[in-house]
């Protein structure tokens, strides 16, 4: 059973505000989340708050969330794609996650204009309710259709049984196509070390605060996820 990778997640208004032991609380993951949607300011804030974080010495994941999904920003019209434009200037990102529902247009411009090697992660989100497997199937076959390298989903839960729908509908949909699923809220925290056995290929963390509900810290999960993964 092979280990998820651990994704630390961050969303800090600007560099300043970035905690100074920075380097050793993402030490256990494997990449590093920016929610630029938390920064406040302009494209020159978050490019120099990338520029910080990837001193860390991690690979940066760089999440640009619309307001429809939980984003923190209202962001202009093309505001997203000039802002990915100006960073990959200076950062090339391991990864870009786009929204495949609420964002198709930013999904096709990054799949399309991302810089070699990057990976583009469309992917749909629900804080409210469970959608259903038989959704999370359409979007799956549509984020493969779209030429996105995977497909996340981090959706509410209510009980364990939909906690168990999601881990099995990833056992059977990651045998083709790439994904990271989560259960988002109290009931579903297990799913953030669970899911990695049903395939999903990642798990998100946070340094400080918490950038979902029921997510776990980078210190609570990097010691459980080398305790059940090899
Ligand atoms: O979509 C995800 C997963 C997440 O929502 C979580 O549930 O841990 C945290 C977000 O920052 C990230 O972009």
């Not at 760089?62 to 209202?74: A, D, K, L, N």
């Not at 497997?133 to 549509?142: D, K, S, T």
């Not at 839960?157 to 990833?170: I, N, R, S, Y």
Request: glycine share 10%.
């Amino acid at each position: 059973m092979s280990r998820p990778s651990l994704i630390a997640s961050l969303a800090y208004p600007n560099a300043a505000a970035l905690p100074s032991d920075g380097t050793a609380r993402v030490a256990p993951a494997d990449m590093v989340e920016v929610r630029l949607d938390a920064v406040e300011g302009e494209a020159d804030t978050a490019v120099a708050l990338c520029r910080e974080v990837a001193g860390w010495g991690r690979p940066l994941l760089v999440t640009p969330r619309s307001p429809g999904e939980g984003g923190m920003r209202q962001w202009q019209a093309g505001e997203r794609s000039a802002l990915l434009d100006a960073l990959w200037a200076e950062i090339a990102p391991a990864a870009v996650d786009v929204e495949l529902r609420d964002s198709p247009r930013l999904l096709e411009w990054t799949v399309a204009n991302g810089p070699a090697g990057t990976e583009v992660i469309a992917s749909f989100h629900d804080f409210e309710g469970f959608p259903g497997v038989g959704w999370l199937e359409v979007l799956a076959l549509e984020a493969q259709a779209k030429g996105a390298d995977r497909f996340k989903a981090a959706v509410r839960v209510a009980d364990p049984g939909e906690m168990a729908d999601l881990a099995c509908w990833t056992r059977s949909r990651s045998r083709s196509f790439p994904l990271i699923t989560m259960a988002v809220g109290a009931a579903g925290s297990l799913s953030r070390l669970m899911n990695g056995a049903f395939g999903s290929g990642a798990c998100y963390a946070h340094i400080e605060e918490a950038t979902a509900p029921g997510q776990l810290s980078v210190a609570e999960l990097a010691p459980l996820l080398e305790r059940f993964y090899v």
